[in-house]
């Protein structure tokens, strides 16, 4: 855990849109935690989210994967990048690239990730579309530390709503959107607090806080 009498230093990583980057940089600054957003970090050059960062004045970098032989070369590179900034916390907003096991291990319960499920249901791609598949009634996203495998490792966070009988992956997909916009910011903001503890038993704890949400109204949902 950081120590919480300094400011937080966190770097993003996007691969694309960067909504979870936006509002986490502008949640940032309207709650004015104790928190930098060093740098955002792509490995896509035509990434939208970094022109906005750039705008912002906020550093971004590009490390284009497809430079690289290999994953192990890519992850090198990208971890030389990242200290650069010497980050407390590094985000996966959005980062649409599987990290290896030396990478993740690097950056042991400081590496923290979003994915558009309740996990453990559907891990990787296609996330709202098995959730209509399966027609599961309740769905959403999870904030999680990252472990080596894929979209697990202990959860920080979980934000839900009911799936309703005219939703399609679509509109699925916008209003689980809007809870991680939510939830992504609180998440980032407790770290900068220092209100996440990892326990003995691998398991987040969040002191004072409640970390189950449910959204059913998430047109009204008060986002800061
Ligand atoms: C978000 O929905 C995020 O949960 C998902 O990609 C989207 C990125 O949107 N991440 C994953 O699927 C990771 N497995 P954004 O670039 O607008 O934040």
Redesign the pocket.
């Given at each position: 855990m950081k120590n919480h009498h300094k400011n937080c230093r966190f770097v993003i990583l996007?691969?694309?849109?960067?909504?979870?980057?936006q509002k986490i940089v502008e949640s940032s600054i309207y709650g004015k935690w104790p928190a930098t957003i060093c740098a955002v970090i792509s490995n896509d050059p035509s990434s939208l989210?970094l022109q906005w960062a750039k705008d912002r004045n906020i550093p971004t970098d590009s490390l284009d994967h497809k430079n690289y032989a290999n994953r192990d070369l890519f992850d090198q590179a990208l971890k030389k990048k990242i200290d650069e900034y010497f980050p407390d916390y590094v985000l996966?907003?959005?980062?649409?690239r599987i990290l290896s096991k030396d990478f993740v291990d690097h950056y042991k319960h400081r590496l923290i990730?979003?994915?558009?499920s309740l996990l453990p249901s559907f891990p990787?791609?296609n996330?709202h579309y098995k959730a209509i598949e399966k027609g599961v009634k309740i769905h959403g996203?999870t904030i999680h530390f990252v472990n080596s495998e894929l979209?697990d490792g202990p959860i920080i966070i979980q934000g839900c709503l009911s799936v309703k009988s005219n939703d399609d992956s679509a509109s699925l997909?916008e209003r689980?959107?809007k809870i991680?916009h939510k939830i992504f910011p609180l998440v980032c903001k407790w770290l900068s607090l220092g209100k996440i503890v990892i326990n003995q038993e691998n398991k987040v704890e969040v002191k004072g806080e409640n970390n189950l949400l449910f959204y059913d109204d998430v047109d009204h949902m008060q986002l800061f």
């Open positions: 996007i691969s694309g849109r960067g909504s979870n980057m989210g996966l907003a959005g980062f649409m990730n979003i994915h558009p990787g791609l996330t996203c979209d997909a689980v959107l991680e």
